[in-house]
């Protein structure tokens, strides 16, 4: 049984497994959070070319995020030592930042979370490096739909499983692989919570979603099968039969008529090519 628990923005915060209900004041924080967010990734866009490394896209970000009044919180979480993740081809996610030099053809997901008045903007997206091939940007714009698909399905008295299987029966009409292994969370004032949100189910499943949910969805897509292996970093995620994957994610919250999306593009760069 799914335990919930309205909450406010000034009471401690624990994870004891309840699926926290949030007021405007949160929704508030979170806006800002995700602007934040999305800013960062807008500021990217045009530094994503050839030859730039995955190093100086992380140094971009923090000082973007710093600079504003932000945290990154990825920087020291768990002993993760950077400040954003940066995931190439057929990296799923969790991709570290070095000197590795982006190349034309790569597709490209950054993931970055900074921290504002204590509430976490959770976002990422993918950037195509120079000449990329047709199969890899059909990929990139489908699992875009898919992310579109799930947050159409984010309203009260739908469940989580129909957030799921919009995004699974889209990824399988063109053949591709949803990976099972890492999912969407729950989000607020803690960088991860309850509920774990996950991208292939069957709707009428999981947690019923209530007005004052705030959470993220973030599905990752492969061409090949959905299957992923961690390196012996502890972090990196790829694809086990080495296809291609492709990834995005928003952070949002559940009202009394749908949902909420705190990390929308100001710049209404929302899908490559962000012209």
Same mark, same amino acid.
């Given at each position: 049984?799914?335990?919930?628990?309205?909450?406010?923005?000034?009471?401690?915060?624990?994870?004891?497994?309840? %699926?926290?209900?949030?007021?405007?004041?949160?929704?508030?924080?979170?806006?800002?959070?995700?602007?934040?967010?999305?800013?960062?990734?807008?500021?990217?866009?045009?530094?994503?070319?050839?030859?730039?490394?995955?190093?100086?896209?992380?140094?971009?970000?923090?000082?973007?995020?710093?600079?504003?009044?932000?945290?990154?919180?990825?920087?020291?979480?768990?002993?993760?030592?950077?400040?954003?993740?940066?995931?190439?081809?057929?990296?799923?996610?969790?991709?570290?930042?070095?000197?590795?030099?982006?190349?034309?053809?790569?597709?490209?997901?950054?993931?970055?979370?900074?921290?504002?008045?204590?509430?976490?903007?959770?976002?990422?997206?993918?950037? =195509?490096?120079?000449?990329?091939?047709?199969?890899?940007?059909?990929?990139?714009?489908?699992?875009?739909?898919?992310?579109?698909?799930?947050?159409?399905?984010?309203?009260?008295?739908?469940?989580?499983?129909?957030?799921?299987?919009?995004?699974?029966?889209?990824?399988?009409?063109?053949?591709?692989?949803?990976?099972?292994?890492?999912?969407?969370?729950?989000?607020? =004032? =803690?960088?991860?919570?309850?509920?774990?949100?996950?991208?292939?189910?069957?709707?009428?499943?999981?947690?019923?979603?209530?007005?004052?949910?705030?959470?993220? %969805?973030?599905?990752? %897509?492969?061409?090949?099968?959905?299957?992923?292996?961690?390196?012996?970093?502890?972090?990196?995620?790829?694809?086990?039969?080495?296809?291609?994957?492709?990834?995005?994610?928003?952070?949002?919250?559940?009202?009394?008529?749908?949902?909420?999306?705190?990390?929308?593009?100001?710049?209404?760069?929302?899908?490559?090519?962000?012209?």
């Amino acid at each position: 049984m799914t335990d919930y628990v309205t909450v406010s923005a000034d009471a401690p915060q624990g994870r004891d497994g309840a %699926i926290k209900l949030w007021g405007r004041e949160a929704f508030e924080g979170m806006h800002k959070a995700g602007r934040l967010a999305a800013e960062t990734l807008d500021m990217l866009v045009p530094h994503m070319v050839p030859g730039v490394t995955t190093a100086e896209i992380n140094r971009l970000v923090h000082d973007f995020i710093v600079e504003r009044g932000g945290v990154p919180a990825t920087l020291g979480y768990r002993g993760y030592a950077h400040s954003t993740c940066v995931s190439i081809n057929h990296v799923v996610c969790h991709g570290i930042p070095s000197d590795k030099a982006l190349k034309s053809g790569d597709i490209v997901n950054v993931d970055v979370t900074p921290i504002v008045d204590g509430w976490h903007g959770d976002t990422s997206r993918m950037y =195509l490096i120079g000449d990329v091939p047709l199969k890899a940007r059909k990929l990139v714009e489908v699992t875009y739909e898919c992310l579109m698909l799930g947050i159409e399905q984010a309203k009260p008295g739908n469940h989580m499983g129909d957030v799921a299987n919009a995004i699974q029966r889209h990824a399988e009409k063109h053949r591709y692989g949803v990976v099972r292994d890492f999912c969407g969370h729950g989000l607020g =004032l =803690l960088f991860h919570d309850a509920p774990e949100v996950v991208h292939a189910g069957r709707p009428g499943t999981g947690p019923e979603l209530k007005p004052g949910m705030i959470f993220t %969805i973030e599905p990752m %897509i492969n061409i090949g099968r959905p299957d992923v292996k961690l390196l012996d970093d502890g972090w990196t995620a790829v694809t086990r039969d080495r296809s291609l994957s492709a990834q995005f994610e928003h952070s949002i919250g559940i009202t009394e008529e749908g949902c909420e999306i705190f990390t929308l593009s100001p710049a209404g760069h929302t899908q490559p090519p962000y012209l």
